[in-house]
């Protein structure tokens, strides 16, 4: 599933291929992306206007469009974006073209484009349909009620510690998850981020104080820089560039010991039984 680093791979992606650019012509049947707008509404109201800018707040992306309207996105949990037929002088016959091209295997949106005389196609790819398409004129609510983004805002040790008092009773892991303590966090990152800190993942938010928390804002960085350098490298990512992340069982890196998984919030969370620790406990957690 996307979480903050990969979705603002996508941002970065999506700014260089949209921004400036003037959607021609948008071609997609998936009313439950676009919902609540039927998806002919959706087109009508995209098609002639022209992405002025794109940021990101979490896991949402926001494209500001000429005259009042924004496009919210959300990748759900398999979405992505591809550019196709990129590049090329503009071709009136362009649109005649990219219908006869096959669209791409669980192809949900299509967004012709044009900038600068030249055309290019942004396809929306999803094959188990979460992801959202919302326009609006206003900011929706799943925005507006999202915590600071740690890339766009900073992680304020401050904010942070007295985010996980007020959750003093709930797994730190869950509380790292939930979206209005810090916006884009998700299972991988917050299972990096607690190997990085060397906390144990079951402990209470309330037992992390200032200084942990301190660690944890680094860590939180550390992981998110991390997995956005792999992805930069494009094709040549790692599909697995994680440390704690899917490797229970196997022995940790720094200390050898092995990996071990435990339940938390319905989510498998991996972590190593030796080095991350409960705070006012010994190594081992003290369970
Ligand atoms: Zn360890």
Redesign the pocket.
Known sequence: MPELPEVEHTRRNLDRWTRGARIVRVVTTDARIVRPLRPSAFVARLEGRTVRALDRRGKWLRLALDGAGKLFIHLGMTGWFERAGAGGPRNPLLSARADRARPLRFERVRFELERRARSSVVVYVDPRRWGRMVLSDEDIAPWMTLGPDPLADGIDVDVLSSALARRSRRAVKEALMDQRVLAGIGNIQATEALWKAGIDPRSRSGTIDRARAGDLARALRWSIRRTLADLAKGDRADDDPFIAYGHDGEP?P??G?RFTKVELGGRTTTF?P???TRAGMGPSGGA
């Open positions: 940790c720094r200390c010991a190593c030796r080095c991350q």
